[in-house]
């Protein structure tokens, strides 16, 4: 009796201490499911921060962006600038300058008279228009070839530094989206005939004049060059305080009369640093020795004409000899 009863309250203790550690168990589970999220979210909280703080460093550097930036996927681009209100609109202006007035409006374009770049897109709109009406191009192939050639234009001044290479084959892309029938990523919008004669028109209309675009329409960049020699000090700016200094001293010294520059006595030159002394010895020294290697090598090469054209000239002097044996007749 007494062992069933012990038996008993040994399952019912070990039943509830399996209870305990399985409770204990999702207790530590959940613990690191939280310890888990916030980890993830501390990194994401990071990453955020460490983007925002990398974009808005890319913001005050203007260097951070110097490389050109990459150009858009090709797509199609009809009806993307000139919808087919606008088409009509153009189609039925009948002169030139009727046509640049709207052409104005629906590119919105401030003052053509005053902007020099507001000018130059009119003038480049109004042109593809003219050579459009020449081709006999539909509303749809009109509205396709100027948004080309925005799209052109656009990667064209995005970056100061060159990329006609790239826009080139940005160009071939986009123009042959609009040549082949594989939708939905290019259509069968002009003829290979059609295709080649727009190709030929923005060849010789833009990309001859890719480097005049590129100059009008983005700033323009200097390029600030620093030597430093290995082993000498940097030279020490001067600050704006002296410099005003400076300026004044020189201005006051151009104001004294001739007189008063006779009676001044020319002060001895300032000796100059030993560093400076020795770099100027060493390229001095190298200049001399460039300069006699070259001269011996002009030398050389003087010498070796003369002798050529002296061979030559004796050759001439001789009299003309018959070999020995052919001018002789044979005796019998």
Not at 153 to 182: D, Q
Not at 240 to 261: F, G, N, R, Y
Request: charged letters at 25%.
């Amino acid at each position: 009796m007494l062992n069933r009863k012990t038996s008993h309250f040994l399952g019912m203790r070990v039943q509830s201490e399996l209870e305990h550690f399985s409770e204990l168990r999702r207790e530590a589970g959940k613990d690191r499911i939280s310890v888990r999220g916030s980890a993830a979210r501390t990194r994401a909280s990071v990453r955020t921060q460490s983007t925002a703080a990398a974009a808005a460093k890319a913001d005050e550097d203007p260097g951070a962006n110097l490389f050109p930036p990459p150009l858009p996927r090709p797509r199609i681009c009809m009806w993307k600038y000139l919808d087919i209100h606008s088409m009509h609109q153009l189609e039925k202006t009948t002169s030139a300058e009727e046509m640049r007035q709207v052409l104005a409006e629906l590119l919105e374009l401030g003052c053509p008279e005053q902007s020099l770049r507001d000018a130059i897109t009119l003038d480049l709109f109004c042109h593809a228009l003219i050579f459009c009406r020449q081709q006999g191009f539909s509303l749809e192939q009109t509205s396709a070839a100027c948004a080309l050639l925005q799209d052109l234009h656009k990667a064209c001044i995005a970056t100061p530094l060159g990329n006609v290479e790239e826009c080139y084959h940005y160009f071939t892309s986009v123009l042959f989206c609009h040549g082949v029938r594989r939708p939905p990523f290019s259509i069968d919008l002009f003829k290979e005939e059609q295709l080649l004669a727009l190709e030929d028109y923005v060849v010789n209309t833009y990309f001859r004049h890719f480097k005049l675009y590129k100059y009008v329409f983005t700033p323009q960049v200097r390029l600030d060059l620093s030597l430093t020699y290995m082993g000498l000090q940097p030279p020490k700016l001067w600050p704006e305080s002296e410099t005003e200094k400076e300026a004044s001293k020189e201005v006051e010294e151009q104001a004294v009369t001739p007189q008063e520059e006779e009676l001044e006595t020319v002060a001895p030159p300032e000796p100059e640093p030993s560093h400076v002394h020795i770099l100027r010895a060493y390229i001095k020294t190298q200049m001399n020795k460039e300069l006699e290697e070259l001269q011996q090598l002009v030398e050389e090469q003087l010498k070796a004409s003369e002798e050529r054209l002296s061979s030559k000239l004796t050759a001439l002097e001789r009299p003309f000899q018959l070999p020995p044996g052919k001018g002789k007749s044979k005796t019998k």
